[in-house]
């Protein structure tokens, strides 16, 4: 069964400094990978996702993220924090086939950004 | 266009009771798909409907079922609540099929369920 990691529960960084969100994942045959945000009392919005090609995916607000097969891993980027970025972030996975649309997500990181 | 639509957004029901949730996908979209946020077991996979069909089902208990209209629409229902059933549930709606297309997930903004 495919499993997600997210390293650190809670995360704080400075206004301006760099975000980086851990995420390993467990698979035998990489699986498709995708970054979500939630805000407060607020369902999940898609940051990115990589399916297949270029390892180093851009999304919105800035964010990207870079496949690595060797290390299975698919951590999360951003070169200069916001106070608008304050949310809780979840790493998921989806299997290549036969698993319809069907995420299994990470426990979730709680990103803070200080002044 | 308009987005993933839950409803209620809040409720709040007692041990023992059902509760049916409702959502309405973006239009076009075929699967919909349940989920359950809890802050002890976090996101969970209930089911996944497409073309009125369950296409896949996570682990929870029978009292936990779904179903899908022909609009696409799809309702959850929880029969016999527990306390252990107050979550966040979300409801998510995609364009494709899954196979070896996987298409983004929109999610809609849950619905909030305490059970007392």
């Known amino acids: 069964a495919q499993s997600v990691t997210q390293l650190g529960s809670h995360v704080s960084v400075s206004e301006g400094a760099l975000v980086l969100l851990r995420c390993n994942y467990s698979s035998s045959v990489p699986p498709y990978l995708f970054w979500y945000v939630q805000y407060p009392n607020q369902g999940l919005q898609l940051l990115l996702k990589y399916t297949t090609g270029a390892t180093l995916v851009k999304g919105i607000n800035g964010f990207e993220a870079e496949f690595k097969k060797s290390e299975t891993s698919f951590h999360l980027t951003k070169p200069s924090a916001h106070m608008s970025d304050a949310a809780e972030y979840f790493c998921?996975?989806?299997?290549?086939?036969?698993?319809?649309?069907?995420?299994?997500f990470g426990t979730g990181t709680q990103l803070k950004v200080e002044l | 266009k308009a987005g993933v639509t839950q409803t209620p957004r809040y409720l709040i029901k007692t041990r023992g009771q059902q509760v049916t949730l409702s959502c309405s996908p973006i239009s076009g979209h075929r699967s919909v798909s349940w989920y359950q946020q809890t802050p002890g077991q976090g996101l969970q996979f209930l089911f996944e409907?497409?073309?009125?069909?369950?296409?896949n089902k996570g682990n929870f208990p029978g009292r936990f079922s779904g179903r899908q209209f022909s609009n696409s629409r799809s309702e959850m229902n929880v029969s016999t609540l527990e306390l252990g059933d107050s979550a966040l549930y979300l409801c998510a709606s995609s364009l494709a099929g899954g196979g070896s297309v996987v298409t983004e997930a929109f999610f809609g903004q849950g619905t909030r369920l305490t059970v007392v």
């Open positions: 409907y497409f073309s009125e069909t369950q296409r």
């Open positions: 998921a996975v989806s299997p290549l086939t036969g698993g319809g649309n069907k995420l299994t």
